[in-house]
T-cell receptor, first 118, second 114 residues
Framework: NAGVMQNPRHLVRRRGQEARLRCSPM?????VYWYRQLPEEGLKFMVY????????ESGMPKERFSAEFPKEGPSILRIQQVVRGDSAAYFC????????????????FGQGTRLTVV | DQQVKQNSPSLSVQEGRISILNCDYT??????FLWYKKYPAEGPTFLIS?????DKNEDGRFTVFLNKSAKHLSLHIVPSQPGDSAVYFC?????????????FGKGTRLSVIA
């Protein structure tokens, strides 16, 4: 059972370009979360998706950032017109459906995509 | 407004001694707490969790304590080993139905010295 797969591991973009980060959740997981880690900072929640639905995008900037989790294929975090401040490590996590008797469950993280904007 | 706070950015401990990592939270709706461990250039890995109905959960060398009245939890590692050197993130969730996103602290870098 492969873990959460993120690609690319490293991504370099020039200012103004678009960045696309991909995340394939663990098999059987239908919940995906994106987090961003700036240097010397903790993990900041960006967006929570289920298949074809955005559940909570309260942590995602209103402009330039979008996320999707289509019925088929990986979840995509898309950053348009990147700026230097977007340079960070972006982590995707996934979790399974609710487990009966246990409302919450741990999320499993991918290895992250390190975005560098030059 | 940080809902989960780890006030110690770093901690150094001698091998074999106890490591105590602390975490405070402000949101009384949180009902599930987790610790994640992170090595450089890797994603966080789940370590141990505790539900708000408990005050202690133990797994081998790792024990998490929860003090709900103080909104405080701690992770104890005993005995500490050099391989425990990593950044430890405290996380919390809850307050709604369904899976709720985890809210993370800034992390504490633990260095275990041989």
């Amino acid at each position: 059972n492969a873990g959460v797969m993120q690609n690319p591991r490293h991504l370099v973009r020039r200012r103004g370009q678009e960045a696309r980060l991909r995340c394939s959740p663990m098999k059987g997981h239908s919940h995906v979360y994106w987090y961003r880690q700036l240097p010397e900072e903790g993990l900041k929640f960006m967006v929570y998706l289920q298949k074809e639905n955005i559940i909570d995008e309260s942590g995602m900037p209103k402009e330039r950032f979008s996320a999707e989790f289509p019925k088929e294929g990986p979840s995509i975090l898309r950053i348009q017109q990147v700026v230097r401040g977007d340079s960070a490590a972006y982590f995707c996590a996934s979790s399974p459906l609710l487990v009966i008797g246990n409302k919450n469950t741990e999320a499993f993280f991918g290895q992250g995509t390190r975005l560098t904007v030059v | 407004d940080q809902q989960v706070k780890q006030n110690s950015p770093s901690l150094s401990v001698q091998e074999g001694r106890i490591s105590i990592l602390n975490c405070d939270y402000t949101n009384s709706m949180f009902d599930y707490f987790l610790w994640y461990k992170k090595y450089p250039a890797e994603g966080p890995t789940f370590l141990i969790s505790i539900s708000s109905i408990k005050d202690k959960n133990e797994d081998g060398r790792f024990t998490v304590f929860l003090n709900k009245s103080a909104k405080h939890l701690s992770l104890h590692i005993v005995p500490s080993q050099p391989g425990d050197s990593a950044v430890y993130f405290c996380a919390a969730s809850g307050g709604g139905s369904g899976n709720t996103p985890l809210v993370f602290g800034k992390g504490t870098r633990l260095s275990v010295i041989a």
